[in-house]
């Protein structure tokens, strides 16, 4: 990768992560969506300096298209049941989760261990994912699609029976 | 200046940890709703980056498949968050 398109990196992960906190931190639903339009164009950056150009573009459609929903006339607000302990103890598990992947994603190889295809780690699982196995993967995919569309017709049934 | 695999997963490791953040903090769920495709785009970003640094051979399309499945299940989701809470909430 040269320097034109890692500085291009750069800029878009400050643009998606701000986007990100203007999401999370924001009162107004406006603003919310427009951090969320925000987030989509620094994904699309990512994905563009990563090769991945198709992909800018649906994410760039799809997150431009949630932020108007987010934005929109059609939003309703509804409020949580859950206590402000739940929200503070899921704020800290939050922080806790970004340690974690963190760790991951900067030690690689996050257990000690051997298998046939070589050491076992972040690239090795990738490889395996998305070379030798896609199949497989591709299999598991059109799984969860099926079961997401399976719960949302069962979820209009009930509906209508109601 | 060069980015590596371990650049791009702190990356997505920043978006997934905001997305939960902002999924666990906001106390109207329409707008906890907002950070399901935080943690969708950094898993997609994820996909992206292991195919794009990790596979052999360069640039795979698998992980391009993963990321608009991610992006369109992120708008479908939000879609249909919105669309119930319509139902049920207060303007």
Known sequence: MDSLHAIGFYVSSGVSLAGALGVALMRRRDHRGLALAVVGVGLAGLYLTLSAGFAAAVALLCYLGAAWLLAGRGYRAVMSASGPVWRQAG??????????????????????????????????????????????????????????????AAWRARERQR | MSVGLVAVLFVAAGLVAVGAFAAAWRRELTAALAGVPLMFAGAGLAFVGITRFAVAGGPQPLGQEFAVLLAIASAALVALGVGVAGREGTR
């Open chain 1, 91 to 152: 704020a800290v598990g939050a922080g806790g989760l970004l340690v974690l992947l963190a760790y991951s994603a900067f030690r690689g190889g996050f257990v000690n261990g051997a298998f046939r295809g070589g050491t076992f780690g972040t690239e090795s699982i990738g490889r395996l994912f998305f070379g030798h196995d896609a199949l497989a993967t591709e299999a598991v995919a059109l799984l969860v699609v099926a079961a997401l569309a399976g719960a949302t």
